[in-house]
């Protein structure tokens, strides 16, 4: 089976950079996509971006368009969000997931915190 481990989480003052990465491992056909989702405190988990493996295309969450990017390594089964402007709203748990068909994630990582101040 496949796990997930995301990394790059912290403590940043509105307005900054942070860098979070998910590596993927185990016995498993090629991904279809890889998407990140959060989880703000005492909220349901939404959607934040994915990318497709094979062509690359990507799709944000309006709340983070233009200030997200997501990337991915496919010869190192990673996947990257490059989190620019951030906002103390953008506050979360964030999670890593991969889908092997087009409509579902199969397996999740445990996630990294994510805390914006003001």
């Known amino acids: 089976q496949v796990q997930l481990a995301e990394s790059g989480g912290g403590l940043v003052q509105a307005g900054g950079s942070l860098l979070l990465s998910c590596a993927a491992s185990?016995?498993?056909?090629?991904?279809?996509?890889m998407g990140w989702f959060r989880q703000p405190p005492g909220k349901e988990r939404e959607f934040v971006a994915h990318i497709t493996w094979s062509g690359g295309s990507t799709y944000y969450a309006d709340s983070v368009k233009g200030r997200f990017t997501i990337s991915r390594d496919n010869a190192k089964n990673t996947v990257y969000l490059q989190m620019n402007s951030l906002k103390p709203e953008d506050t979360a748990r964030y999670y890593c997931?991969?889908?092997?068909?087009?409509?579902?994630?199969?397996?999740w990582g445990q996630g990294t915190q994510v805390t914006v101040s003001s």
């Open positions: 185990g016995r498993t056909p090629s991904p279809y996509k």
């Open positions: 997931a991969v889908a092997h068909t087009s409509y579902k994630y199969d397996y």
